[in-house]
């Protein structure tokens, strides 16, 4: 069993940062790779980034040169520094520890947190 819980989520207006965060309970943690995820009312959840067990980053186009994905093995925990956001980044975050290093590609294979809201306005 993973327990994965996010927080950073809020408001904020366009143009600003946010910096969310993702704890992870499990001592296997540097074992996973490690992917963000985002979701809007009545869309497909999407990938956002994903990070390998080495430290390779991967970014869909929407979020390239803006978002930084980052890990902190020592602290079990995943980070996703958003900057320059846009209304379109409005959407429910989600972590998820990634066994398989899926990446971007949504699949069963991987567990889930519980998700943190990001709301951006013009």
């Known amino acids: 069993q993973v327990q994965l819980v996010e927080s950073g989520g809020g408001s904020v207006q366009s143009g600003g940062s946010l910096r969310l965060s993702c704890k992870a309970s499990?001592?296997?943690?540097?074992?996973?790779?490690m992917d963000w995820f985002r979701q809007a009312p009545g869309q497909e959840r999407e990938g956002v980034a994903a990070?390998?067990?080495?430290?390779?980053?991967t970014y869909s186009d929407s979020v390239k040169d803006r978002f930084t994905i980052s890990r902190d093995n020592a602290k079990n925990t995943l980070y996703l520094e958003m900057n320059s956001l846009k209304p379109e980044d409005t959407a429910m975050y989600y972590c998820a520890a990634d066994p398989r290093c899926y990446g971007l590609e949504l699949t069963r294979y991987k567990y889930w947190g519980q998700g943190t809201q990001v709301t951006v306005s013009s």
């Open positions: 990070i390998g067990t080495d430290f390779t980053t």
């Open positions: 499990v001592s296997t943690y540097s074992t996973y790779c």
